[in-house]
Structures are given as structure tokens and as C-alpha cells.
């Protein structure tokens, strides 16, 4: 086996190498140990895209990886890759046991933040500190403070005095103080806020994965025959006999494969496979 990276797989830049690096070591090593590979999914990493492009799309010029290439990038964010990856890192061996636990441990901190911010409501006490929005306190009194993060005009910064009197645990670590706040901290908080305000198409970007799950789900077997599905065209049958998708996601994924060829090739699963049931029961 030999497992490449860089410029020789087709693409150009160091970032573009270094995933490739990283991705070609780990499953080295883990052939090496008769271990199973460790393969991303586009929905959770940019190294995923960039290595599936270049599986299924090849390149014509030298690749690089634009964040416009990613179907879900409010998934594929700064402060949310540690909880993407992380988990992998862990069963391949490159996350130690101390590492863990403070991932875990932050992890428990997010999870604390946002429902304190989505459990309590605002009172009139605590529009009072919050110059920002204390103009319109009559009409925001009684939400919650996660509802209150929602509007335009609010930031997760402003309730930092009520978050301190709703759960003051979340702010006892070194280099917090009244009037600063660790660089750790800060990202902590403004990754909750971000999940907060941005709720509503992250939940429908959610909807959109699961329909590609599940369209995951369905592979093409090995056996089935390109040339026999009508209505293929001959152009269309050549490209998916040299790539042979392993699912139906996949065969979407390639270019000039289309929504209607992909439904054929559904269809024709079904028919090739009574098919194969028939002749086997024949003889």
C-alpha cells in the first residue's frame, strides 16, 4: 500500500499538503496495526471535502481547498472543531488522556453555559445593568436570555453580569476578574453564542445531513450494471463504471451525474437485484 500526500495527489498550497500529511500517516500506521482507517465525512471536516473531491471528482489544475467547496459550512466552524474531530483524534491514539479529560471537561462547560442561558429568564434587575437594551426592558423582561442573545443587537459580552450571578462556577479559573477575561474563556462563550444565535439554520442545515445520511445509506453493490440501466447515457454509464460510487450520495457527488441519473440508478437497484434473486432461484 502506498499512502501519498501533497502535489503528487494534484493539489497546491502547505495546508492542502499538511491535511494530506496528517490523513496518509495516521492510516498508515494504522494498517501497520490492522487497524480500521480512519476516513472523514464531509460534513465534518474541510480535509474530508478536499480528499473526497479529489477521489471522486479528480482536478484538472492544481487543488486547493476554498471554503465555498463545503455543502455545510455553518457545521464546519473555527470553534467547533475540537468537538468535531476531537473523538477521532482519541481512537487513533493522538489524543492523550490528559488532553481528553479537558476536552471533556470543556465540553461540560459549553453544555452548562447555554442552558443557563436557555433556562433562565430575564428580570428587571438584570435588563438594568445591560445599558444596551435597557431602553426596551418592558418588552424584553420575561424572556430568556438565550432568546434575548438572538436579537441583532445583543451580545453575549453584555450579559456577562447576569451570567455571573445566575452560575458563578463558570467564571472561577486563573485570569478572571471583574474587568477581564482569559482569551480562553471568551472563545468558550462566544462558541455558545454562535450556536445560540445562529440556531434556526443550523437546525435546518442539521435536516439537510440527515437527508444525506440517509441517502448514505443506500450503497450501489459491486455487481450492478451501469450499462443495463435505460436511460443512462453512454457518457454518463463510463464515468460511474470508472469511479463506481459506493452510494448514492457518492454517485450525486460526481460531476455531471444528475439528480435524475441518481434516482435511475436507485430504481435499477431494486430491478437488477430481483433480477439476480430470479436467476439464482431458476438454477
Known sequence: NLFLAG?????SGYEEAACQGLMAGINAALRVKR???????RTEAYTAILIDDLISKGTNEPYRMFTSRAEF????????????????GRRVGLISDAAWQEFLAKQKRLELMA?????????????????????AVSALVGQTLAQ????PEVNIEQLLP??????????????????????????????????????????????AIDRLKKAEQRSI?????????????REMQETLLKIRPRTLAHASSIPGVTPA??????????????????ATTAV
Not at 502535489?7 to 493539489?11: A, K, S
Not at 453493490?221 to 447515457?233: A, H, I, M, T
Not at 441519473?261 to 435499477?268: G, H, I, P
Open 7 to 11: 502535489q503528487i495527489n494534484g493539489t
Open 35 to 41: 487497524e480500521a482507517p480512519l476516513i472523514l465525512d
Open 73 to 88: 459550512r455553518l457545521h464546519l466552524r473555527i470553534d467547533n472543531a475540537d468537538r468535531r474531530l476531537t473523538s477521532h
Open 115 to 135: 442552558r443557563v442561558l436557555q433556562e433562565s429568564k430575564l428580570t428587571s434587575e438584570m435588563a438594568q445593568r445591560i445599558p444596551e437594551i435597557n431602553s
Open 148 to 151: 434575548l442573545l438572538k436579537r
Open 162 to 207: 447576569a451570567l455571573r450571578e445566575l452560575n458563578p462556577t463558570l467564571f472561577e479559573r486563573d485570569g478572571t476578574s471583574a474587568s477581564s477575561l482569559p482569551a480562553e474563556l471568551r472563545n468558550e462563550l462566544k462558541s455558545v453564542e454562535t450556536e445560540i444565535k445562529y440556531e434556526g439554520y443550523l437546525a435546518q442545515q442539521q435536516r
Open 221 to 233: 453493490p459491486e455487481w450492478f450494471d451501469y450499462r443495463s440501466v435505460s436511460g443512462l447515457s
Open 261 to 278: 441519473a441518481v434516482s435511475l440508478v436507485n430504481v435499477y437497484i431494486e430491478i437488477q437485484a430481483r433480477r439476480r434473486e430470479q
